[in-house]
């Protein structure tokens, strides 16, 4: 078989019947057998009939995905989590080649699946540039002429002849990020990159984003903020089970998702092992909402979550978020907001509870964010979304549901002065 | 503008001629990497650069002490300290080049798990960091020489293909070593331990004169060593000795050819794996 590209493909990218499987025992996190195990097993095989010919099985991380995107789309890819997102732009990226099906893709491809690709924390700021954008896919000449823009954009100026292991996680990541917003390709593709750096940062980033569209570049970005998609995307591809169930404009899809990917209504949440557990050093347990009582407008709101550390943990802080079903942002509560971080032993449990005072959200339904950061930027663990949270109006008959016109309603005084 | 190339993502594998071609495309990454290699390793380090000459003149000088002044061994013509340090840098291009390689597509799995690059770039980018080590071992060869006053001849042009020869041949070790160590931690245990055991079996502190003496017999065997070839040619540029045993080379040579299109082969089969298994 020959992949001559089909004459009739004039957009930017063309994907047809995309798979990709990966033998059962490696899985995705790659459980790795040792040497000796594959021995053993092998020799075990030879002794029991039963099992000869027997194929082992196969995991489909995706599973005939065809698509085709034109120039100048921003289109946000969703899917909860396993549902081959990720595996989708690292074929598309040619990082793992796929099992099954082609694609092709038009101009120059830039990958951005990881903030900080390529750096090195021995150099400095100024070899880690030129290392990291011509790993990324610039040439000497390209970096060489946009170098003072990416520094300038990066602002971390001062720094630059610092090994980057000496400078804070946030001002290494945003030097990664000026390298990657610098790429200047025809398509790029961004795995929840998007999702560290302050928000004043991450603006910058989505108008530099918007900036590439709008010169008729296509971007293509995984992410589990539903604001951001909601926002900022026209068309939004959703992935289910390696299988692309949704495809089309953000209003029509993003009710789907939340539908498919919304828990129901509960107060006691049992989470599964924080795949980057090994990395971060720190997974979520258990989380209870509430105390388990109803969660009811003016009254008190209590998040309450067991983790556990795997490696010692600095400058921790969690956080809770409530949204709304379309995935806008209405009030959070930052650990560190009083200005105290978290130092923690590894290897232990621990338990931490969060309580807002009163909560003002008008009665509704909304969903719950947990999550865990280093510093400002570096994501520990978190579970976007993870418990659908019910908000009953109070008891007493104190709230009048007809005029529940916005999200919330704080507590509030008013007079009526004659003049 | 031109017209914008296409990318073609399918689950062919990539043929040996786009190999070639992604080498001309790839190679200021290439050199970059080179780069990050030699710059890395001797950062925080008190003598720095010193230690590239330090290390195989410190085992020049306690081989020429044991083996020259006690032992008395012949060494083609050659003071044992320069007969020695010549085998040491040599060697030192074919061992840390292949040291460096095995565990090197490990040590970047997160960069290759992110962004794509022809995956033969970085253990190449090891290997070609010995170069730079082997240069300036060179230059010291040379000042040796010097202070020793021994006459360079025309057999000096030996010294590029020797190296060559060296280079290519710990590149495909190097490659097919690394691809394999990316599933199974336990090749660049096993290279280690090889490295070591073919040391002793190549002409590197003694020379192959001392097994002619005793039983010339066996003397093909020893030439079935890949590398013991490329030491005799490299030690030829130096010492323009009569030692050179034609034979003997050819042999290796040979042996060399069948190496490298192994291991190339080797890593062409297990590159599209590598990610997903390492």
Known sequence: MTSSTPSDFSGSILAEKLGKSYPMRLGVGSTQLKFNEVVTRQLARCFSPGQWGQKQGYFWALKDVSFEIHPGELIGLVGSNGSGKSTLLKVLAKVTKPTTGRAFLRGRVGSLLEVGTGFHPELTGFENIYLSGTILGMSRAEIAKNFDEIVAFSEIGPFLQIPIKRLSSGMAMRLAFSVAAHLNPDILLIDEALSVGDAGFQKKCIAKMQSFVASGATVLFVTHDIGLVNKWCKRVLLLDKGHLVEDGPALSVIPKYLQAANPVTTYRVQFEKNPLAEKTGLSLRELVVNSGEAVRHGLPFRVDVA????????????????????????????????????????????????????????????????????????SLDQRPGCVRVEVLPPEDDSYSPNLAASGTRPVFDWTLNPS | MHEPSITIVSPEKTSLTQMGRDFFRYRDLLFLLIWREVSVRYKQTAVGIFWVVLQPMLSAII????????????????????????????????????????????????????????????????????????????????????????????????????????????????????????????????????????????????SFQNIANVRPDLLWLMYLNPMA?????????????????MTGFATSLAVDLIVIVLCVRTFHTLEDDIVDTI
């Open chain 2, 63 to 206: 081989f020429a002490v044991v083996f020259g002044l006690f032992v008395k061994l012949p060494s083609e013509g050659l003071p044992y300290l320069v007969f020695a340090y010549s085998g040491t840098i040599i060697w030192g291009l074919f061992a840390q080049g292949i040291d460096r390689a095995s565990g090197s597509i490990v040590a970047d799995e997160q960069l290759i798990k992110r962004v794509y690059f022809p995956r033969w770039i970085i253990p190449m980018a090891s290997v070609g960091s010995t170069l730079i080590d082997f240069a300036i071992c060179t230059l010291v060869l040379v000042v040796i020489l010097l202070c020793y006053s021994i006459p360079l001849t025309w057999h000096l042009v030996f010294f590029l293909p020797a190296a060559i020869l060296v280079f290519l041949l710990a590149t495909a070790l190097g490659l097919a070593i690394a691809a394999l160590n990316a599933k199974y931690r336990d090749f660049r245990l096993l290279a280690a331990f090889g490295l070591q055991i073919f040391q002793f079996v190549s002409p590197v502190f003694y």
């Open chain 1, 307 to 378: 983790f556990e550390t795997l490696l010692p943990q600095q400058r921790l802080a969690f956080s809770i978020v409530l949204s709304s079903l379309d995935g806008t942002k209405l009030v959070s509560c930052d650990s560190d907001l009083p200005g105290e971080k978290i130092s923690l032993e590894a290897n232990r449990n621990y338990g931490i509870s969060i309580t807002m005072r009163r909560l003002d959200l008008s009665p509704g339904s909304y969903l719950l964010d947990v999550a865990f950061r280093q510093d400002d930027a570096i």
């Open chain 2, 229 to 245: 070839g490329p030491i005799e040619l490299f030690r030829l540029s130096v010492t323009g000795s009569s030692h050179f045993l």
